[in-house]
């Protein structure tokens, strides 16, 4: 019976292992989720960056242009929609950011 009693052990000792094994690959798979979501939100929040930042370079361009050809109304209205649209990205990532800190 001793030999029983051995193997039941062993496998006891096995099992526990797989077991602990088993959590603390779950643990180290919901890590990494976490870690993939930051990087993502991360990501979007540098790819509105440098679409804000592709805006503003537009701005400057026109802006020089302006300042080389004197003043033109159409110079003038597409650098006030370009505001308005960076405005607009400014005021959705800003939103982004409040609902994922809540």
Known sequence: MSEVED????IEKRVEAVVNENIS?????????????DMQKALEDKDILINNLTEQNKILKLGN??????????IKLRINQLIKDIDKSLLLLTKKQESTDE
């Open 65 to 74: 242009a302006l300042a080389q050809k004197g003043d033109s109304t159409e």
């Open 25 to 37: 690959l779950r643990d180290k798979i919901s890590d990494l989720d976490k870690r993939h979501k």
């Open 7 to 10: 193997l039941l052990e062993r």
